[in-house]
């Protein structure tokens, strides 16, 4: 699985002219799985993004995690996140997991976020989104679990 992980001061997604989730502070996840990734890798995520330290304390530093500054999760599919681009000018999206797999393992990450007692919101799986977000600092990490 891959994430890319952009700490937000607002982020939304909106389908077909409508706004269907909206955060203030928080995280924005783009969320992409991988043909073979399992719910250990879904597991290995939620918990290193619910403790991420990367809110600014009283002393500018990044030491604070999402729960300290009371922050939401937008959480995205995102398929694109596995093109593969080594030949050629088009990408592949081989690598991706077949959407029957992808949507399972990324709601049971998203349920899994939800067990470290946070709020997330999401898109809508397999629907054209328009994502908007105010990238805090900025503030962008991606996470892979074949770097683990």
């Given at each position: 699985?891959k994430?890319?992980?952009?700490?937000?001061?607002?982020?939304?997604?909106?389908?077909?002219?409508?706004?269907?989730?909206?955060?203030?502070?928080?995280?924005?996840?783009?969320?992409?799985?991988?043909?073979?990734?399992?719910?250990?890798?879904?597991?290995?995520?939620?918990?290193?993004?619910?403790?991420?330290?990367?809110?600014?304390?009283?002393?500018?530093?990044?030491?604070?995690?999402?729960?300290?500054?009371?922050?939401?999760?937008?959480?995205?599919?995102?398929?694109?996140?596995?093109?593969?681009?080594?030949?050629?000018?088009?990408?592949?999206?081989?690598?991706?997991?077949?959407?029957?797999?992808?949507?399972?393992l990324?709601?049971?990450?998203?349920?899994?976020?939800?067990?470290?007692?946070?709020?997330?919101?999401?898109?809508?799986?397999?629907?054209?989104?328009?994502?908007?977000?105010?990238?805090?600092?900025?503030?962008?990490?991606?996470?892979?679990?074949?770097n683990?």
């Open positions: 699985m994430v890319v992980l952009q700490k937000v001061t607002s982020a939304s997604v909106t389908i077909e002219e409508k706004v269907v989730s909206e955060i203030k502070q928080g995280f924005m996840l783009l969320v992409g799985v991988k043909t073979g990734d399992t719910e250990a890798d879904a597991d290995y995520l939620a918990n290193k993004i619910s403790k991420m330290r990367i809110f600014e304390d009283e002393e500018g530093k990044m030491n604070l995690g999402i729960q300290d500054v009371g922050g939401d999760i937008l959480s995205v599919s995102q398929f694109t996140l596995l093109a593969n681009t080594r030949k050629g000018n088009r990408p592949s999206f081989i690598e991706a997991a077949r959407p029957d797999e992808a949507t399972a990324y709601d049971y990450f998203n349920e899994k976020l939800r067990a470290e007692g946070l709020k997330v919101l999401e898109g809508e799986f397999g629907a054209d989104m328009q994502v908007a977000l105010v990238n805090d600092g900025p503030t962008t990490i991606i996470l892979d679990t074949e683990k």
